[in-house]
């Protein structure tokens, strides 16, 4: 299986240009779908250590249906296939352009969210202008176990969050742990409660905002990931999600440009423009670097070739 891996601000993705399953020939969510209930050993195999490391995301390379797109894609991680992923996005313009496939200026890229554009600016600088982002629901109270009340909004940037203000609380390295307990038990309530998309779209990532020392800045998120890792990116569709609360709550103006870090203090300059559907367009700016070019070997020997799955 060749693979190109790359990091995106610190969160690595992984694009694999062949050796993938066989998808069949539907509509990319409906690859996205038989991905999902059909193969999580090959997904298994490709992100989990030995071979992987935590918080990789892949992209699999797969013929666009747009034929203005330069490549369809599918997004997954080690614990769900995702709608969409925008480190990733960067992460695969940037490799792209490495194997020498597209060169500087604005290219199509086709995921099973929809279609999105991607800017090449240099080497390493790309531009993602995202499906449409919606605030769906604002100020929602949910009951957390060991935490008490937290209040929040449901939100889709591309995947679907849950985003809450942790004000008094330090966003930095140094809390990971507790970061990443309060967000996997809030996470947790919104399924219990059912704070959900209108289609029953369970929240898959968790935004804990929080304050950053950069004036530079307008917040430091910690950012959850379906596989229980956190970003360390500041999250392309959570960025998205983001700017669509903050739209909502009249705290940004159209075209307006802001500055998002994770919670390892890596960033994204965002800014959006009215959507057509009632919500916002965002595009946001990252930075990417490509890390390796290798062929994984699967051997039927090998007693890990489907990744160590045990998890503590």
């Not at 769906?136 to 909004?153: F, I, K, Y």
């Not at 994984?296 to 045990?310: A, M, V, Y």
Request: include cysteine; aromatic fraction near 4%; charge should be negative.
């Amino acid at each position: 299986m060749h693979v190109v891996d790359s990091h995106t601000g610190g969160m690595p993705t992984r694009v694999i240009l062949s050796g993938g399953p066989d998808l069949g020939h539907g509509s990319l969510a409906e690859q996205a779908k038989l991905l999902a209930r059909d193969h999580q050993d090959f997904c298994n195999a490709v992100l989990l250590e030995p071979r992987g490391q935590p918080g990789m995301v892949a992209a699999l390379l797969v013929e666009p249906k747009d034929q203005n797109s330069a490549t369809g894609v599918i997004y997954f991680d080690a614990s769900a296939v995702l709608g969409m992923c925008g480190h990733g996005t960067i992460g695969l313009v940037v490799t792209l352009a490495h194997l020498g496939k597209i060169s500087h200026g604005t290219h199509q890229i086709e995921t099973p969210a929809g279609v999105v554009r991607a800017e090449l600016h240099s080497t390493h600088s790309v531009s993602v202008t995202n499906v449409e982002s919606h605030c769906l629901q604002r100020d929602v109270a949910l009951e957390v176990p060991g935490h008490g009340r937290v209040r929040g909004d449901l939100a889709y940037g591309g995947n679907w969050f849950f985003i809450t203000d942790v004000l008094d609380q330090d966003i930095g390295p140094q809390n990971l742990e507790a970061l990443t307990a309060l967000s996997i038990a809030i996470r947790a309530a919104c399924h219990a409660q059912r704070v959900e998309g209108p289609e029953a779209q369970p929240v898959d990532h968790v935004i804990l905002s929080g304050m950053s020392a950069n004036k530079g800045a307008l917040r430091r998120n910690f950012v959850l990931s379906p596989d229980d890792e956190y970003d360390r990116s500041p999250c392309g569709t959570g960025s998205s999600a983001f700017v669509a609360c903050l739209a909502a709550a009249g705290q940004l103006r159209p075209e307006e440009e802001i500055v998002l870090e994770s919670v390892i203090g890596s960033a994204y300059r965002v800014s959006y423009v009215p959507g057509s559907g009632g919500g916002v367009v965002p595009t946001l700016t990252g930075a990417a670097h490509v890390m390796a070019e290798s062929t994984l070997i699967f051997s039927p020997e090998d007693p890990f070739q489907k990744g160590i799955t045990f998890r503590p």
